[in-house]
């Protein structure tokens, strides 16, 4: 089967920000405003639908409401993208309520975001064929200027079919967030050194891009939106796959239990490579570190893998389409 791609954006194309997951709270609107002044300048229309503007019980409003929100505009024509604002803890709530039959019939449109909201957008290709895309989240566009890494967002969203678009590693990313909540609007706050890492210098794999944030993803195990192997045979079983993958708060041996249930399940058959994004708020397990893991889940399957990618919750990131063909290379001087 063909994998279906959203139209490239255009100038004049309108964008909707939808809360699916949390939402906004009053003293942080100023995110939502720059933002929204900020993709204006690009050319764009803008919605912010009512969801965004509350937050309570980490919840932008009932599940009922979010998933009759999130429909609307997947069905509106006159939307092209779909932005939440952020992530948060439930977008999985509102999976049940979508009218799957539904969405596989309207037309592709761009979903973007990571943290919660690439449990909706991995559900969503795996279950549609539709593309999606992991990165920056509408509240990060809120900066003043985005680097050349944060900006791939809206160079793989405006690119045409056939477009090749090219993106490389960050040279430092951001370690905390510390300085981002005392300043808000005002970009990231880069202080360290960017270093790709793997078993191997000359790393080299391609295949189609799926993946998401570990903490989310793994929960969808044994529910009927598991439908990843189903997916892997449709649409990599001539190209191969390319997980990515990254996580928020784990430990060593948390990320190897979620990705042990992942290989379990099936879910790294036709697999050519990994790329794990830098880990926030990571720690060791004693002696067992991430690297560990890494070894124990893909090395010995001879699964290349490259770890504290430029993906995740320590930004910058590249922007990651779902299902799109991927090339990686990790040359020794990187």
């Known amino acids: 089967m063909i ?8 100038k004049g194309d309108k964008i909707a920000v939808t809360a699916v997951s949390s939402g906004v709270e009053k003293p942080l609107h100023i ?3 720059k933002a929204k002044s900020n993709i ?22 009932t599940k009922e409401i979010r998933a009759e929100e999130f ?3 997947l069905a509106d024509p006159a939307i092209k993208a779909i932005i939440p ?20 019939k309207h037309t592709p449109k761009w979903i973007l975001g990571y943290s919660d909201i690439s449990t909706i957008n991995f559900v969503y290709t795996t279950i549609t064929g539709n ?37 490389k590693s960050s040279f430092e990313f951001q370690s905390s967030w510390e300085k981002v909540f005392i300043n808000p609007a005002t970009g990231f706050y880069f202080d360290t050194k960017t270093e790709w890492k793997s078993i191997n210098t000359h790393e080299h794999f391609s295949g189609r891009l ?43 041996a948390e990320i190897y239990r979620a990705l ?12 050519n490579g990994v790329l794990i994004g830098r880990s926030s708020g990571y720690a060791p397990t004693k002696d067992y570190e991430l690297k560990d893991v890494l070894m124990d889940i893909f090395y010995h399957d001879n699964i290349p893998f490259i770890y504290d990618v430029d993906i995740g919750h320590l930004p910058p990131q590249k922007l990651m389409v779902r299902s799109q063909m991927y090339h990686t290379k990790m040359a020794s001087e990187k």
Request: aromatic letters at 10%; glycine letters at 8%.
């Open 3 to 10: 994998i279906k791609y959203p139209k490239a954006l255009q």
């Open 31 to 33: 995110l939502l405003e």
């Open 40 to 61: 204006e300048s690009l050319g764009y229309k803008v919605e912010l639908a009512k969801t965004v503007w509350n937050d309570e019980k980490s919840r932008s409003a």
């Open 71 to 73: 429909m609307e505009l």
């Open 85 to 104: 604002p952020w992530g948060g803890q439930f977008s999985l709530e509102i999976l049940p309520l979508l009218d799957w039959e539904k969405i596989k």
């Open 131 to 167: 593309a999606s895309a992991h990165g920056i989240n509408f509240v990060e566009m809120s900066a003043p200027t985005l680097d050349e890494t944060s900006s791939s967002w809206h160079n793989v969203l405006t690119a045409n079919h056939g477009d090749i678009i090219n993106q």
């Open 210 to 252: 799926l993946g998401g944030v570990i903490n989310t993803i793994q929960n969808l195990h044994g529910t009927p939106f598991d439908q990843v192997e189903e997916y892997l045979d449709t649409y990599t079983k001539d190209q191969g796959a390319i997980w990515y993958l990254e996580s928020v708060g784990m430990s060593a």
């Open 260 to 271: 042990w249930q992942m290989k379990i399940n099936g879910w790294f058959k036709n697999t």
